[in-house]
């Protein structure tokens, strides 16, 4: 299943909507592809709303490291909005829960880049706890 993207700015922060898999092969690729375009025309305030991807393997998950370097080195930052159970733990598992912000609401989400606004953060430990629960 290839791996779609479509842009929209809110408030001056681009979100890309992604939807399929982002695995190794030309879903990687179109993915780093595209955040490199966006990084050249200086668009380096970003969230991956990720509500309609329904597989990250490793090769995708690097890509997703791959991008935060890039953006944090041209000053940017990315953020990941709506991952699925299994991208959350998969991010647990990793750790990588530790460099990404992950929201459950794109307005949080477009909150976080703005410091005087009030927001609401996921609650990866109340996620986990609740997982261990069920």
Known sequence: MSLDIQQRDREGITILD????LTVGPEAS???ERLQ???DSRRTNIILNLKDVDYIDSTGLGALVMSYTSLQRAGGKIKLLNLSRRGIELLVMTKLTTIFEVFDDEQNAINSFFPDRELK???????VQQQKEE
């Open 18 to 21: 992604l939807n399929g898999r």
């Open 30 to 32: 179109t993915f780093r």
């Open 37 to 39: 375009k966006l990084i």
């Open 121 to 127: 953060r996921f609650d990866i430990l109340s996620f």
